[in-house]
């Protein structure tokens, strides 16, 4: 869709006019459009079973949460443009507004998400894909909103949409199953990745669960010692959505939790791709996409500069040394 366009569905009748794009993904294009009750969003994507899935989990959530967009009508434009029209949440995706976030606004985000959690938990279904780009905040006075209905799985079956860096499954820590464990276990890396400010180097694709582990333990060592043991229980999916929310608050209100100095990663930023196993450990197929630190500028640190002036240094008293012994500087 070009921004301009009309599209007039096929079976409603319904107008809208493309505005802009707001996103692209692994599953489709989100555009913000203005339709007769004003500025929506629309999911388009080729493949029909893919947008009547998330419709119907849409209109099943928006009976029991409120955290996800309202869904507003389904309809389709041609033989390979599957749309549904649903609310709009303006706002900024968790991935650019983390590095803003003071300590407080940090751990009001934390209760957001993990109250969010707990309501989509309560009705029987686990996120599956809760991710920084997933996670808008909107409104004003800010508050948490998730988009992306995509991977929302009733509890006990398999779950079908993930993004490796928050998969329990690729950090060795657990199984591929929907349950509120799963969510817990992806709030807790939220954290310790993006709220951290940390960018997973791509080598960690390549290292075994125990050596990935490795690195994220590096992580949580980087936050106040209060809160590491919280996120110790919340990464072995040992606690519930709520219990995590309410400790966390406690640990804040005390002491408002951020990490400490970022600590240098690999150059380079990941990929972040998303898998869709027909079973639960299958392994995931790529798709090329923003990394959780994307976007961000990397600073050199002091000990980068010493490095370059001992280097610069050393070739100076080299050259100096030649030079004189060939007898060209006396
Ligand atoms: N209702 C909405 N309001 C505002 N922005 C939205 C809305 N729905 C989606 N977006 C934006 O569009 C992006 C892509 O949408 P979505 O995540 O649904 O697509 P996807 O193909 O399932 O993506 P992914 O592969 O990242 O899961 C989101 O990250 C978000 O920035």
């Not at 988009?147 to 079908?160: E, H, I, W």
């Not at 229980?233 to 995590?244: C, I, S, V």
């Amino acid at each position: 869709m070009q921004c301009g366009d009309w599209v007039v569905g096929k079976w409603t009748g319904e107008p809208f006019q493309v505005e802009r794009p707001l996103g692209t993904g692994a599953n489709g294009e989100v555009y913000l459009v203005r339709t007769r009750r004003g500025l929506a969003a629309v999911k388009v994507c080729p493949n029909a079973s893919d947008i009547a899935l998330e419709w119907a989990v849409l209109e099943r959530l928006h009976r029991v949460s409120g955290t996800f967009p309202k869904p507003m009508w389904i309809d389709d434009h041609g033989p390979s443009a599957f749309f549904y029209v649903m609310e709009w949440i303006p706002g900024t995706p968790l991935s650019q507004a983390a590095a803003r976030l003071t300590g407080h606004a940090a751990a009001a985000v934390v209760r957001g998400i993990a109250e969010g959690l707990a309501e989509l938990h309560a009705a029987g279904y686990a996120f599956c894909d809760l991710k920084p780009d997933n996670i808008v905040i909107a409104g004003d006075p800010p508050h948490v909103r998730f988009v992306d209905a995509g991977g929302v799985t009733p509890f006990g079956r398999s779950v079908r949409q993930f993004t490796p860096y928050y998969d329990r499954a690729f950090w060795g820590l657990g199984t591929r199953r929907a349950e509120p464990s799963y969510d817990v276990t992806a709030l807790a890396l939220v954290i310790v990745i993006c709220l951290g400010g940390l960018a997973p180097p791509v080598s960690l694709t390549g290292q075994t669960p125990a050596q990935r582990q490795s690195w994220l333990r590096r992580g949580i060592r980087r936050w106040p010692e209060g809160v590491r043991p919280l996120l110790e229980q919340a990464l072995a999916g040992r606690m519930d959505a709520r219990q995590f929310a309410a400790a966390w608050c406690r640990q804040a209100a005390a002491r408002p939790a951020r990490p400490g100095p970022r600590v240098p990663t690999a150059p380079g930023h990941p990929t972040a791709s998303r898998g869709r196993p027909a079973v639960a450990g299958a392994s995931a197929s790529v798709a090329a996409g923003r990394g959780p630190g994307a976007g961000r500028k990397r600073g050199r640190d002091w000990t980068e500069w010493l490095m370059w002036i001992s280097l610069i240094g050393a070739l100076t008293s080299t050259a100096c040394a030649w030079l004189t012994s060939l007898g060209w500087l006396r």
